[in-house]
C-alpha cells in the first residue's frame, strides 16, 4: 500500500494550493482519509477528514479555507487550501490511519 501526496509548494499568504493524495494497493472509496501537518519544531496537528460516504469534519483552524474532498474513481483525495496564512506552512500527511503518505511541503511567505 503507498499513498502519495503532491501538490505542495510555494505560496504568497493569500493564495491557494490544491493537494493530492493518491493510492495504490488500497480502495481508497472504502476508507475514510485524513490530512495532518506538522510544522517546524511542532506536534503532527489534525487537518481534515473525509468518511467513505463523504462527510468531513475540519479542525476549527483551517474551517471555511480549506475543503476536503474524494474522486473515488481516481482514488484520490484532495485538499483545497484558500486564503493561505503563514502559519499554514507545514509538511502536509494523508493517511487512512492505518497507512501514511511521505507528505509534501506547504511555505507559505507573508
Known amino acids: 500500500v503507498q499513498l502519495q501526496a503532491s501538490g505542495g509548494g510555494l505560496v504568497q499568504a493569500g493564495g491557494s494550493l490544491k493537494l493530492s493524495c493518491t493510492a495504490s494497493g488500497i480502495t481508497f472509496s472504502n476508507n475514510g482519509v485524513d490530512w495532518y501537518r506538522q510544522a517546524p519544531g511542532k506536534q503532527r496537528e489534525f487537518v481534515a477528514f473525509i468518511t467513505s460516504a463523504g462527510t468531513t469534519d475540519y479542525a476549527s483552524s483551517v474551517k471555511g479555507r480549506f475543503t476536503i474532498s474524494r474522486d473515488n474513481a481516481k482514488n484520490t483525495v484532495y485538499l483545497q487550501m484558500n486564503s493561505l496564512k503563514p502559519a499554514d506552512t507545514a509538511v502536509y500527511y494523508c493517511?487512512?490511519?492505518?497507512?501514511w503518505g511521505q507528505g509534501t511541503l506547504v511555505t507559505v511567505s507573508s
Open positions: 493517511t487512512t490511519r492505518t497507512f
